[in-house]
């Protein structure tokens, strides 16, 4: 029989409700309690498990959920600003923990929650679910099997909507969110960290508000939160990444575009259409390449990628779902996590040093950010 987790969402905003949903879709897990200050949000979560047949307890405070002992994994998803307080009382307790990126929004408390999980036996997972959209999952697998020699560049592109509307809109303002390269764009130094398997050394960046935003007010306040950049990641082995950022560009066709460049091809991963395209280099390595004009698409493999595994779909393309099976059977087998808390302060790390790199004009290297050894 399969081990029945019980689950604690912390936070029953837009992702907790996705976490709630997909925790439903999974064999042997039940959420039996909900936590969260604003009771609009907790009585939405609340309803989407009318049907369970346990009903949640519900908590106004989330000290009270894990003084609760009811849970045996819990779910962070609270602003970004609370994650290291919830986090400190989270980590003394024998809950797994799935917290949501960004891990926090500063590297020092980054570092205190690392210092304070040492020895610790249950799980500390960050959720960075874009490695497990199929396409994208696809393309990693394919790359790290070789299938374009040895990688040299990632580009990374996402032409999206503006920010959505949150609880009071906290995510307006950096010191909320750590800015969008962090709030946004952890998951994307994560995924370049992933494919190159390495740890970044330097970063440049070139961003602002350009156009989102600007007439709102809050208090008196203008929001600040940048919303395009361009960033060069750059790693010890002279690879490459770079993200090309627009949140004004929602009349996109493929919003995402997830690019990997080797020394013997190329692969590329499209979301939403769940398209990943693989070319190889003609003769590559044994003579200079004339006469196959670049953009002619000849040899280039073409396909549709989807998990028919997937329950619940939701807002990612499959991909918390992924994760969920993942952290489940983490649990389970007595696994370590897939992606680490020192994983997921690298990937704010990157992000902090591209807002630093913006407000400089410099590039920034990471270990003006980070300690040495991380």
Not at 64 to 82: E, G, K
Not at 259 to 284: A, F, M, N
């Amino acid at each position: 029989m399969i081990q029945k987790i019980r689950y604690g969402i912390i936070g029953c905003g837009s992702m907790g409700r996705e976490h709630i949903e997909n925790i439903r879709a999974l064999d042997g897990a039940q959420v039996v309690a909900l936590a969260d200050p604003h009771a609009p949000s907790r009585q939405v979560a609340h309803a989407l498990l009318s049907g369970a047949a346990v009903a949640p307890r519900l908590f106004e405070r989330f000290e009270d959920l894990l003084d609760s002992n009811l849970c045996d994994a819990v779910v962070i998803a609270t602003p970004n600003f609370t994650h290291a307080d919830v986090m400190r009382l989270a980590l003394p307790t024998k809950a797994h923990l799935l917290i949501e990126k960004p891990l926090c929004t500063t590297v020092a408390d980054c570092l205190d929650l690392l210092q304070k999980a040492q020895g610790r036996s249950p799980l500390v997972w960050v959720a960075q679910e874009y490695r497990y959209m199929p396409p994208v999952a696809e393309m990693i697998r394919m790359a790290h099997a070789g299938a374009v020699g040895r990688l040299h560049q990632v580009a990374i592109r996402e032409h999206r909507e503006p920010f959505y509307p949150k609880v009071n809109d906290w995510n307006r303002f950096t010191a909320n969110t750590g800015g969008t390269l962090v709030e946004k764009c952890c998951h994307y130094f994560n995924l370049m960290d992933f494919i190159l398997q390495e740890k970044p050394v330097r970063v440049f960046a070139s961003g602002a508000q350009r156009v989102n935003h600007l007439n709102e007010r809050y208090d008196g306040l203008q929001p600040d939160i940048l919303d395009s950049a361009y960033v060069i990641v750059e790693y010890g082995s002279g690879a490459r990444a770079m993200l090309d950022l627009c949140m004004f560009a929602e009349n996109s066709v493929d919003n995402e575009h997830v690019t990997v460049v080797g020394d013997e091809g190329k692969l590329e991963s499209l979301i939403p259409s769940l398209t990943l395209r693989h070319g190889r280099r003609e003769d590559w390595g044994t003579r200079e390449i004339w006469g196959q004009p670049s953009g002619s698409g000849k040899g280039v493999a073409v396909r549709r990628v989807w998990d028919t595994n997937i329950r619940y779909a939701g807002q990612h393309f499959g991909a918390s779902y992924i994760e969920h099976q993942k952290f489940a059977h983490a649990i389970r087998q007595g696994l370590p996590p897939e992606v680490s808390l020192e994983d997921g302060m690298r990937s704010v790390a990157t992000g902090l040093a591209a807002h630093r790199s913006i407000a400089t004009g410099l590039p920034v290297a990471l270990s003006d950010v980070l300690p040495t050894g991380y």
